[in-house]
């Protein structure tokens, strides 16, 4: 890279330019096909088709593909603290981690059920937050249907399982689920207004999100 940038300054300073602009990388482009080979290992946890039957585990059937493929390389990286997958992580390629993308977002989200007794305290906070608190609606980011939004890398939460949601909220709430590693990526921009959300939900807010997100379609 600095070899590049190198020839860039010496020709425009040539031709008497003041304006430099470098070609980006190429992207990696996933295959569906390679992936759903690759992801034979991740069936004990996630579901044979990206859907977890341990509520632990989260879904990852449909998600977006540049959502995965950042997580995964926050993970490899231990940027992201998941003791369970960091070392998982620590094998894969950029091409491996976009084949596993590909493979589980072309994958069907079954979906769970709605807690009955929460689900509508949790549906009031997703939807319109607490303003009185400083807590933002859940679906300014995460979109009224729990989509998300793939190319902002704002991960789809539908029908997403309960306790593994509960966790990443108190582990945004501790600000543990991000760590700054020398000479590694930062944390995703959005882990701070995460932090700052999560600090500011009670357990009962958690409970009832958690009601209202596993039912989501």
């Known amino acids: 890279m600095k070899s590049r940038i190198a020839a860039a300054l010496l020709a425009a300073t040539l031709i008497g330019q003041t304006t430099i ?8 482009v996933g295959s569906a096909e390679a992936g759903a080979t690759k ?3 991740c069936a004990a946890c996630h579901g044979a088709n990206g859907n977890s039957i341990n ?7 449909g ?8 997580q995964l390389a926050l993970l490899k990286s231990v940027v992201r603290v998941a003791p ?14 976009a084949d596993l993308a590909a493979h589980f977002e072309a994958q069907t989200l079954t979906g769970l059920e709605a807690d009955p007794a929460l689900w509508e305290a949790g549906q009031k906070l997703y939807r319109g937050g607490d303003a009185a608190r400083g807590i933002p609606a859940c679906s300014g980011c995460h979109g009224p249907n729990g989509r998300g939004n793939g190319p902002a890398r704002w991960p789809q939460i539908r029908a997403q399982q309960p ?3 509960a966790n990443q909220l108190h582990a945004y709430a ?17 882990a701070e207004l995460m932090y700052d959300v999560a600090k500011r ?11 209202y997100i596993q039912g989501l379609r």
Do not use: C
């Open 21 to 28: 602009v470098l070609a980006a990388e190429p992207a990696v």
């Open 39 to 41: 992801a034979a290992v």
């Open 55 to 61: 509520p632990e585990w989260p879904n990852l059937a």
């Open 63 to 70: 998600q977006h593909h540049e959502y995965i493929v950042e």
């Open 84 to 97: 369970v997958m960091n070392p998982m992580a620590l094998a894969l390629s950029p091409q491996d981690m």
């Open 163 to 165: 306790v593994y949601v």
């Open 174 to 190: 501790a600000k543990t689920r991000y760590a700054a590693v020398a000479g590694q990526p930062a944390p995703p921009a959005g």
């Open 201 to 211: 939900l009670s357990d009962d807010d958690i409970k009832a999100l958690v009601a």
